[in-house]
């Protein structure tokens, strides 16, 4: 009997495809990475939501760095001070 992997909805996935969509036309400054870093954390294995899977890459591969790179530059990022701050989020995005 063969094992079939149906794929999952990830309940993130309207709010970050969105995001998704901004980091593609979007250029390379300090939040833009930190949430390309944090969504490509977040779908790292998952199974489903291949679209947006392919479009971090994408963003990823636009911005000429490497997986490596981008959590270097995030992690320098994240020890210069709060890159959300001002931003009015209202919630903390855990999921």
């Known amino acids: 009997m ?3 992997t149906k794929d999952q909805q990830h309940p993130q996935y309207k ?3 969105q995001v998704v969509s901004q980091l593609l036309a979007g250029e390379a400054t300090d939040l833009n ?3 390309l870093a944090r969504l490509m954390i ?3 294995g998952f199974p489903g939501a291949r679209d947006i899977q392919t479009d971090l890459k994408k963003a990823l591969t636009r911005w000429q760095l490497t997986e490596s790179e981008l959590f270097d530059k995030t992690r320098a990022i994240h020890q210069q001070g709060d890159v959300y701050k ?3 989020r209202g919630r903390e995005d855990w999921s």
């Open 15 to 17: 709010t970050d495809r």
């Open 86 to 88: 001002g931003l009015n």
């Open 42 to 44: 977040r779908y790292d």
């Open 33 to 35: 990475l930190v949430e």
């Open 2 to 4: 063969a094992d079939i």
